[in-house]
């Protein structure tokens, strides 16, 4: 198993380019997530979702969009990329819709510069 | 907002010796689990321990839960220097109505040779 996968590893973006970070997993979770990390602030939560078609917000989830067409895939889509969201991305995963409760396996994360 | 919080921030000891952080929190949880973070890598899963346990092993490691305190901590015994790393704890929280997995801010550990 591959487990969680992450694309691009660095992206460097332009203040009000937009772009999508690629995460996939192949353990059949049903629960997926993203972090972004940001020096001292340890991993903040953007969006998560409990299974295709299901999409919640978390803490941070404001200039983010996210979409679960597969249960494998869980996209994050920047519309306007600001300098704000410099940070490091990552992506996890969880098994079962009650994926808080359980182990959750990382991807190795997208750093992410907007200049 | 952080559930957790990691208490020290930063930790530096020699190599052998034990090496204690701490997490407080401040709602009630059914679970806290704790992470380790090498430089520049995704988060590895250590041990998760339920809110009606109060202490768990995994190897060097002792994870202990006090939910009257709000609290848990995480003993490595036996430093490595391969257990420089950051470690963080996460929980189980409500927030806008439904539970969502908040890590804290992280211990930074520093095992000197």
């Known amino acids: 198993n591959a487990g969680v996968t992450q694309t691009p590893k660095f992206q460097v973006l332009k203040t009000g380019q937009s772009m999508t970070l690629q995460c996939a997993q192949d353990?059949?979770?049903?629960?997926m997530s993203w972090y972004r990390q940001d020096p001292g602030m340890g991993l903040r939560l953007i969006h998560y979702s409990v299974g295709a078609g299901i999409t919640d917000q978390g803490e941070v989830p404001n200039g983010y969009n996210v979409s679960r067409s597969t249960t494998e895939d869980f996209p994050l889509r920047l519309l306007s990329a600001a300098p704000s969201q410099t940070s490091v991305y990552f992506c996890a995963s969880s098994y079962g819709i009650r994926g808080y409760n359980y182990e959750q396996y990382f991807g190795p994360g997208t750093r992410l510069t907007v200049t | 907002s952080q559930q957790g919080e990691e208490d020290p921030q930063a930790l530096s000891i020699q190599e052998g010796e034990n090496a204690t952080m701490n997490c407080s929190y401040k709602t009630s949880i059914n679970n806290l689990q704790w992470y380790r973070q090498n430089s520049g890598r995704g988060l590895v899963h250590l041990i998760l321990i339920r809110s009606n346990e109060r202490e768990k092993h995994s190897g060097r490691l002792r994870v202990t839960l006090d939910t009257s305190k709000k609290s848990s901590s995480l003993l490595i015994t036996a430093s490595r220097a391969a257990d420089t790393a950051s470690y963080f704890c996460?929980?189980?929280?409500?927030?806008?109505?439904?539970?969502?997995?908040?890590f804290g801010q992280g211990t930074r550990l520093t095992i000197n040779p």
């Open positions: 996460a929980t189980d929280s409500e927030i806008q109505g439904a539970q969502k997995l908040v």
């Open positions: 353990m059949n979770h049903e629960y």
